[in-house]
């Protein structure tokens, strides 16, 4: 593949991961160069990497091989893509604070290639706040995340932290350069899903029976056309394939907030969760006992989530959904004019192969142009292709 892939290696324990990676991109056919920090030389010594990209290991801003061209604008003019792998705290802490001090943060300043980044480290420090931070400003600055896989890390511990396996990466960056048709390229769009949770005391809570697939289809054909996905999800036991940036929350306010945060870097917001609109107005820090005779609960409303971006929305594009079980066009059309939405993806989900936990979904498009789009019993990645078809016909005239 005539394709150029410059591989940055940052010091952790991974780094030996990445010496697989740069055989397997090159056996893909990818032309590859390596920078590697100082400290990731004390885990492999370039030699490694020289051997297996076949070309010379860039290690020191000041080590200029070639007198003809300046070694860092030069790199960062020739990667059609640069990956970071493995990506610690520190470099993803100096990426996103603008801090240029060796050959690999002075190379990705200078570059105009889309840079994707593998995380590895710590579960702890992947948790830490600040890593979080970092993390958030970088995915808002454009940069794409690897998202690392848990299991067993070398430092004893179990959970997330791991480089994503190097078949992998490479799998995705082939798919990256080959995918034909990616029409929401460039594209960045947030889709939220699942339920919510909202707590009565620490073991009892209202919630719905959303198990999440829908929005995860959503998130994932998203992906496949280009886009630049994030996931916010309410609790499920569904994961995603690790180009989809998953932020995994509870309650109605918590996914409020997450969606506040992403939203103003967002083209496209599709709202597939079942949110609640109610939450207990009292919740308890101990389990409550029971005791004779009923119970009563005062619940107060939650925030509209998709009400509030409609009002704030710009030349965004909205989308949301609509759980009906009767007059279903009536409500859906309500919501869609309420909400200031673009599009209302309607389900009735008392139908048979329809709305909850089912793998199909059947469902009606309408749309604030009035075009109505009535698509029959469908798998719900089938749905989501053709909601994303419509999404991107709109998107387009819009512009
Ligand atoms: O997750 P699955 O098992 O695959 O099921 C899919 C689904 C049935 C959950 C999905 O197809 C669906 O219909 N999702 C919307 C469910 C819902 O909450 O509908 P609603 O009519 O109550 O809400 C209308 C819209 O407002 C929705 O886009 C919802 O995300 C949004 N909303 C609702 C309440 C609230 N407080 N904030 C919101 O943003």
């Not at 010379?56 to 970071?84: G, M, N, Q, R, Y």
């Not at 490479?170 to 909202?198: C, N």
């Not at 599709?270 to 109610?278: H, R």
Request: overall charge negative.
């Amino acid at each position: 593949m005539n394709k150029n892939i410059l591989l940055c290696v940052s010091g952790g324990i991974a780094v030996y991961k990445a010496a697989a990676l740069t055989s397997k991109l090159v056996q893909a056919g990818f032309q590859v160069k390596v920078i590697m920090t100082e400290s990731a030389t004390e885990f492999v010594t370039p030699l490694t990497f020289q051997a297996l990209s076949r070309n010379p290991v860039f290690t020191d801003t000041f080590d200029e091989k070639e007198a003809s061209v300046i070694a860092h604008i030069d790199l960062a003019d020739w990667a059609d893509l640069i990956v970071v792998a493995p990506a610690t705290a520190n470099i993803i802490g100096k990426l996103a604070n603008g801090i240029v001090d060796d050959m690999l943060t002075t190379t990705i300043a200078a570059t105009k290639a889309p840079v994707w980044i593998a995380p590895a480290m710590n579960v702890h420090m992947y948790e830490n706040p600040a890593v979080k931070r970092n993390i958030e400003v970088l995915f808002k600055d454009g940069y794409r995340f690897v998202e690392p896989s848990e299991g067993y890390l070398a430092c004893g511990y179990v959970g997330k932290g791991r480089l994503e396996e190097p078949e992998t990466i490479t799998s995705l960056v082939v798919d990256y350069f080959t995918v034909p048709f990616q029409p929401l390229k460039d594209l960045s769009i947030l889709v939220t899903a699942g339920p919510t949770r909202e707590k009565l005391d620490p073991v009892r809570f209202f919630s719905n029976s959303s198990s999440g697939k829908m929005g995860f289809a959503i998130a994932e054909q998203a992906a496949k056309l280009g886009a630049k996905v994030t996931l916010v999800t309410g609790p499920t036991h569904l994961t995603t394939t690790s180009n989809i940036k998953l932020e995994r929350v509870e309650s109605a306010e918590q996914m409020y907030q997450k969606v506040m945060d992403y939203f103003p870097g967002s083209d496209i917001v599709i709202k597939s969760a079942a949110v609640a609109d109610y939450r207990p107005i009292q919740s308890a820090n101990h389990k409550m006992k029971k005791q004779d005779g009923t119970l009563t609960i005062e619940f107060e409303r939650t925030t509209d989530i998709l009400k509030t971006l409609g009002s704030i929305k710009e030349d965004k594009l909205l989308v949301g959904f609509a759980a009906e079980t009767d007059h279903i066009e009536e409500y859906a059309k309500k919501k869609l004019h309420a909400k200031n939405l673009d599009l209302v993806v309607a389900n009735n989900v008392n139908q048979e192969g329809a709305g909850f936990q089912s793998d199909t979904n059947i469902v009606t498009i309408y749309g604030k142009d009035e075009s109505i789009m009535e698509l029959p019993m469908l798998s719900k990645q089938e749905v989501a292709q053709a909601l994303l078809e419509k999404v991107e016909k709109l998107w387009r005239e819009k512009q």
